[in-house]
């Protein structure tokens, strides 16, 4: 895997806010834990009592890219009346780095409290993708499973599982990955009852996907502080070289001088960090390369064997060792015929 490369505008942009909302779709043990995980809110009232309202449907992402924390894949819907009056022109969604951490935030906090328009009318759900997994599924044996793949089929999960819950989808839209068109031609098979568009850029040109890309990226703005809540609760107390820099491991982007400075000082020279590194990355694989910083070399010696035998050494016998194997196989299955038998 490639790691993708930023530039110092993104890195800014993607460096966690202070104090972002915790969203009901963080859940700490499962972060903590390095699984990955669904979160769907409750269908909103204003689609659940009338369930032949046409919605339009938005599909974005966060974290691609970093070496560090979760991706999280995001879709939000609403009913197709409202897509443009309601997010655009009311609340303002726009492509989420655009937005400032506090705007997000602030989106995020309205589209999860009772009674507010966005909490009745809207419907959310997101895909956390945990750094392991996303490593496990890159590293496997068998065949690699792609960061395209694993993303394509977390939106397709995320919509099939709307559908079930009853929610009239008439139009998605989605921020492309790959090829729009063979990711379009694809969802179009399998939803083919509704209008698709997969393009680039979609965060800026869709309403509802900014709203999506505003969900994706409060919830891994918020993964990322769980994640490192465990690094500085064990920071050290005493004068020591504390491993945490002031300044956290930034945006995680392998790019960025913070994300990796703070991998150099917090690898373990045998297990080399926790669920939250994504150790498929090429960044986490060069570290831990020995010539590449003080790590342990672990040697797996095979015991030697002298009386070891190959199976070709059971067929090739000759001499006197042949004539005893040709003895001890004639008893197993009969004595040997001769001619005088004839």
């Given at each position: 895997m490639d790691d993708v490369m930023e530039d110092s505008q993104d890195i800014a942009l993607e460096t966690p806010a202070e104090d972002v909302f915790m969203a009901p779709s963080i859940d700490k043990s499962r972060i903590l834990a390095g699984q990955s995980y669904s979160h769907f809110s409750p269908?909103?009232?204003?689609?659940?009592?009338?369930?032949?309202?046409?919605?339009?449907?938005?599909?974005?992402?966060?974290?691609?890219?970093?070496?560090?924390?979760?991706?999280v894949y995001a879709l939000l819907y609403l009913p197709l009346s409202m897509h443009r009056s309601?997010?655009?022109?009311?609340?303002?969604?726009?492509d989420s780095k655009v937005l400032t951490p506090t705007v997000r935030s602030t989106l995020m906090q309205t589209l999860c409290t009772p009674a507010s328009d966005l909490y009745e009318t809207c419907g959310w759900a997101t895909r956390v993708m945990s750094a392991r997994d996303i490593s496990a599924g890159q590293l496997r044996a068998?065949?690699?499973?792609?960061?395209?793949?694993?993303?394509?089929?977390?939106?397709?999960?995320?919509?099939?599982e709307v559908f079930t819950q009853g929610v009239n989808i008439k139009e998605i839209y989605i921020d492309t990955i790959g090829s729009p068109a063979v990711y379009q031609k694809k969802l179009e098979r399998i939803f083919p009852t509704v209008r698709i568009v997969v393009a680039k850029k979609a965060d800026s040109l869709y309403p509802c996907v900014s709203a999506a890309s505003v969900c994706a990226k409060v919830t891994r703005d918020a993964a990322l502080d769980v994640c490192y809540d465990p690094y500085v609760a064990n920071a050290p107390t005493d004068n020591s070289e504390p491993t945490t820099a002031p300044e956290g491991w930034g945006s995680g982007y392998p790019s960025d001088v913070r994300c990796s400075t703070w991998l150099k000082r917090n690898m373990d020279p045998v297990f080399g960090w926790g669920s939250e590194c994504r150790?498929?990355?090429?960044?986490?694989?060069?570290?831990?390369?020995?010539?590449?910083?003080?790590?342990?070399k672990v040697d797996w010696p095979a015991e030697e064997d002298?009386?070891?035998?190959?199976?070709?050494?059971?067929?090739l016998a000759t001499g006197a060792s042949a004539e005893r194997d040709e003895g001890e196989l004639a008893t197993w299955f009969g004595r040997r015929v001769t001619e005088e038998v004839f």
């Open positions: 269908v909103p009232k204003y689609v659940a009592d009338d369930t032949s309202t046409e919605c339009v449907l938005g599909v974005d992402e966060a974290g691609r890219g970093p070496v560090l924390g979760p991706m309601l997010l655009a022109e009311t609340h303002h969604f726009d068998g065949g690699n499973y792609n960061l395209n793949a694993q993303a394509m089929d977390a939106t397709i999960d995320l919509i099939k150790f498929s990355w090429s960044t986490a694989k060069e570290l831990l390369e020995p010539n590449k910083v003080a790590g342990l002298d009386d070891a035998m190959k199976v070709t050494d059971f067929f």
